[in-house]
């Protein structure tokens, strides 16, 4: 099961209305999670910070700079009680602020979900509803 629409176009990442009420389709959390990720064909894995997640994707920084577009295949790293558990997704980049932390290799981006497997999903829901208490 996909629960995301591949042509959803996310268009602003502020996504306030004038009063400035959050209009955003899934709640942001924030969070301090570890993320590796590559390109679909690479072998190379990298790795980088979640700092917020939904159930629609994820702001991540990242050592190096991508191409809004670029598609990745993501697994964020979290621990449930002794356990080391993982959330695999393939994610597309898009938006980046470069400038956010460039001077520490940081670079900012917006992930954007593509597809996620059903049990993936499942815990990924369950690890924002855990995140919220």
């Known amino acids: 099961m996909n629960p995301f629409n591949e042509s959803r176009q996310t268009t602003s990442r502020t996504k306030k209305d004038v009063q400035g009420v959050e209009k955003r389709k899934h709640t942001r959390i924030s969070v301090e999670l570890p993320v590796d990720y590559s390109r679909p064909n690479g072998k190379e894995v990298y ?4 700092a917020n997640a939904s159930e629609g994707g994820v702001l991540v920084y990242l050592p190096e700079r991508l191409e ?4 990745l295949k993501v697994e964020i790293l979290y621990a449930k009680g002794l356990e080391l558990n993982t959330i695999k997704a393939i994610a597309k980049v898009v938006w980046g602020d470069l400038a956010t932390r ?3 290799g940081e670079h900012q981006y ?9 049990e993936d ?3 990924l829901v369950s690890l924002l509803k855990e995140v919220r208490k």
């Open 47 to 50: 790795g980088g910070i979640v």
């Open 68 to 71: 809004i577009g670029a598609v």
């Open 102 to 104: 460039e001077t520490w």
């Open 110 to 118: 917006g992930l954007q979900f593509q597809y996620i497997d059903e």
């Open 121 to 123: 999903f499942h815990r």
